[in-house]
């Protein structure tokens, strides 16, 4: 059982930057939160939950970095940005995982009677959590559920997609395209006037909807997390690890140097 804590809304979280990207020191509480006020009041923001592929895949794709930054909250979804926070000064720095924190703000929306809505993934796992996630989060309100194709959508696709979110009532959106489609898609749909928070969660869907396996909670917790994905997808995810994550090492370290040289000289 998640426990709900109310909070006044803290739209001014502490934050570093990583390689150029800000990440916030948040919490599940504070940012679920601030998720639910946004929802309740149909402002336009979104959410990245950022790790060291989104870093990386950022410092190759400035608009893809711009779209991050631009976020309203961009939480520390895997533990190397944790450690990177604290060893930047963040001691109190937490992690906060895209799919627990669906989890978190899906309890409370049940609770709350606040309808969420999906987008992405295919029909399958759509399919999937339309029905299991009532299951798990009684009287969960699931107003709106699309797959996408995976082209690229025309101008007037997005508007039908947006016009379509909009009518369905939906007040929580969670966007499941992957980096960095759905960061993307999120920078451009908020620009574009869509009044909803919308959450980039990546593969919280597939997990979520039983398609995949998570991680064992030791490994997460020891910033493992990419190994057991990279075993149980190693034909897709292997390039990724293997090249981001030695070059996120050497660029990281190089930061970390730099800005206590900085320091030494002040």
């Known amino acids: 059982m998640i426990i709900w804590v109310y909070l006044m809304a803290n739209t001014n979280f502490e934050f570093r930057r990583i390689l150029g990207q800000r990440v916030d020191a948040t919490t599940y509480i504070t940012a679920t939160k601030q998720v639910l006020d946004w929802g309740q009041a149909g402002r336009r923001a979104y959410v ?124 929580v959106l969670f966007v499941g395209l992957g980096c960095p489609k759905q960061e993307k898609w999120m920078a451009r749909n908020k620009a574009a006037g869509l009044a909803i928070p919308t959450l980039g969660v990546g593969a919280a869907f597939d997990f979520l909807s039983g398609n995949k396996p998570q991680a ?13 994905r990279m075993v149980t997808e190693p034909r897709r995810l292997w390039y990724r690890y293997f090249y981001h994550n030695p070059r996120f090492i050497r660029k990281f370290t190089g930061q970390l140097l730099s800005s206590r040289h900085g320091l030494k000289r002040l």
């Open 48 to 171: 990245c939950a950022s790790n060291v592929h989104m870093v990386m895949e950022g410092c190759d794709d400035a608009e893809l970095r711009q779209a991050v930054n631009d976020a309203d909250l961009i939480t520390a979804d895997g533990m190397p940005l944790v450690w990177a926070l604290r060893l930047l000064g963040l001691k109190e720095a937490e992690r906060v995982y895209a799919p627990a924190l669906m989890e978190h703000i899906l309890e409370v929306c049940a609770r709350e009677q606040v309808p969420v809505g999906l987008y992405g993934s295919s029909e399958y796992v759509i399919q999937q959590l339309t029905t299991r996630l009532p299951q798990r989060f009684k009287e969960l309100q699931i107003a709106y559920a699309c797959s996408p194709p995976y082209r690229a959508l025309s101008d007037d696709e997005e508007q039908t997609v947006r016009d379509d979110i909009a009518k369905s009532g939906a007040k």
């Open 216 to 228: 064992p909670a030791i490994m997460q917790q020891l910033g493992l997390e990419w190994l057991f």
